[in-house]
């Protein structure tokens, strides 16, 4: 478990980030102890000593011919570079904790530790109105969510009603993967794109443990393609609503 969290804090955006600082540092370290040792006709560790007090350089020449000139110039040019690394290195890390990455980032990896210990829940794919609708209602009934959603208004919309999330395309396995397509028991494909859905639902089929799957589509001429595709159920907003219309106008004013 401890590895499977270091191993999602280690494609935290911040830690790629700081990468090329990070490098830069490595790289000025290296060729001042490399240079130093060249110049001073010293050790690596006596030329790493070096760098962390600058006044060995002079006690040195005091003692030993040499460049000594030479050597203080590239000392000071080496140091420059250091601190110029360091503030780099600052500067990113700041600019992502105060940029909101960090949170989100720890916030993502919290969320899918806990779609990874999730079973027998709900994934809803698209949260218009349709699947927000749904999403909502299971909620209510104490049932989990698990909400796939690739628009970034109504990603942040699943998030503020508290659902586990996923943000990704539910068209790739990766994607229904990450929301646990092998531990749910149904798959909702609910966005308002028939033929969308319908991609989903051959995708999701591919699942070691295929979700019973629900499928939207806009008109009736989809519904067979939807099930030969793998859907187990077919819904029609439009024809449910319609549906549910009548019966309330053919109901007694009584």
Same mark, same amino acid.
């Given at each position: ?22 490098? *830069? ?66 500067? !990113? ?31 809803? *794919? ?48 990766? !994607? ?8 749910? !028991? ?26 019973? !799957? ?41």
């Amino acid at each position: 478990m401890q590895r499977g969290i270091v191993s999602q804090f280690a494609r935290l955006p911040i830690l790629r980030h700081a990468l090329v600082p990070i490098g *830069c540092f490595a790289t000025v370290v290296v060729a001042g102890v490399v240079g130093l040792s060249v110049l001073g006709g010293v050790g690596l560790l006596e030329a790493a000593f070096w760098l962390l007090d600058l006044t060995s350089i002079e006690l040195h020449f005091q003692d030993h011919a040499g460049p000594e000139r030479a050597t203080k110039v590239y000392a000071i040019v080496v140091t420059v570079g250091l601190v110029l690394s360091g503030l780099w290195i600052g500067e !990113t890390v700041v600019t992502e904790t105060f940029g909101g990455r960090i949170p989100t980032e720890v916030s993502r990896a919290t969320m899918q530790r806990r779609i990874d210990t999730s079973e027998d829940h709900v994934i809803v *794919c698209g949260y218009g109105m349709f699947g927000r609708t749904i999403a909502n209602r299971l909620a209510e009934a104490g049932r989990t969510v698990v909400v796939i959603e690739i628009d970034e208004d109504n990603a942040k919309r699943a998030r503020e009603d508290g659902h586990l999330f996923v943000e990704g395309d539910a068209r790739q396995s990766q !994607t229904l993967r990450a929301a646990g397509v092998d531990r749910a !028991t149904k798959l909702v494909a609910a966005i308002d794109d028939s033929n969308v859905n319908i991609q989903i639902t051959v995708v999701s089929g591919a699942a070691t443990d295929t979700p019973e !799957t629900l499928v939207r589509v806009g008109d009736e001429m989809y519904e067979s393609v939807a099930k030969e595709a793998g859907a187990d159920e077919v819904i029609i907003p439009e024809v449910v609503s319609g549906e549910r219309v009548t019966r309330l106008l053919e109901q007694s004013p009584d």
